[in-house]
């Protein structure tokens, strides 16, 4: 049922070609937040869109730019969950700040460290150190893809890799 739901959400957006574009994303983003007013964000940009399908390409070993159904599912359910935590630290609507970003990536179930935050606020605060809905979103995207890239690349599992230079820049470039 839930999953019918979803294919027709689908297919609304991604149109007959089943695959759902960097604007598709865009469009559908932007619609649902101007029913949220509690989401404090200018929108989604292309480019945020462009990146967060290419992290569920390497999410899913699926480079084809696009979402597919699997990918689209995945991203959707994750943004699902990850608004809300938003709206419990956005208390003052005015996005949230570096400490409330702590608790928030610990909530969303990720563990780093004091420096990891430090980047995190850095990279995705605005002129204020606030961070709105769509860089948490993008930040939250970026964090998960990169885990699961990594444990795809742990094959033994004993918390290492060894990428040549050209399999990193393959990561890093893409993604
Ligand atoms: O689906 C909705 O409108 C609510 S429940 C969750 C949600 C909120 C914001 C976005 I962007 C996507 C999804
Ligand atoms: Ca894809």
Same mark, same amino acid.
């Given at each position: 049922?839930?999953?019918? =739901?979803?294919?027709? *959400? $689908? ?8 695959? &759902?574009?960097?604007? @598709?994303? /865009? %469009? ?52 699902? =969950?990850?608004?809300? *935590? $938003? ?8 996005? &949230?700040?570096?400490? @409330?970003? /702590? %608790? ?56 290492? *890799? ?14």
């Amino acid at each position: 049922e839930e999953d019918q =739901q979803f294919r027709t *959400i $689908f297919q609304e957006i991604g149109g007959e070609d089943m695959e &759902i574009t960097a604007n @598709e994303l /865009r %469009n559908v983003l932007n619609r649902v937040i101007t029913k949220h007013k509690d989401l404090k964000t200018e929108g989604f940009s292309l480019e945020s869109c462009r990146s967060m399908i290419a992290l569920m390409d390497v999410s899913f070993m699926d480079g084809t730019g696009r979402l597919n159904l699997q990918e689209f599912r995945h991203l959707w359910n994750k943004i699902k =969950q990850w608004q809300g *935590i $938003f709206k419990h630290y956005n208390t003052d609507q005015s996005g &949230i700040n570096s400490y @409330e970003m /702590r %608790n928030a990536v610990n909530d969303a179930g990720f563990r780093l460290n004091n420096q990891l935050y430090d980047i995190i606020t850095m990279r995705y605060a605005n002129e204020s150190m606030n961070i709105d809905f769509d860089s948490f979103i993008s930040c939250l995207v970026r964090l998960e893809a990169m885990f699961r890239a990594f444990q795809a690349f742990d094959k033994d599992g004993d918390g290492t *890799i060894r990428l040549s230079v050209l399999e990193w820049l393959q990561l890093t470039m893409y993604a």
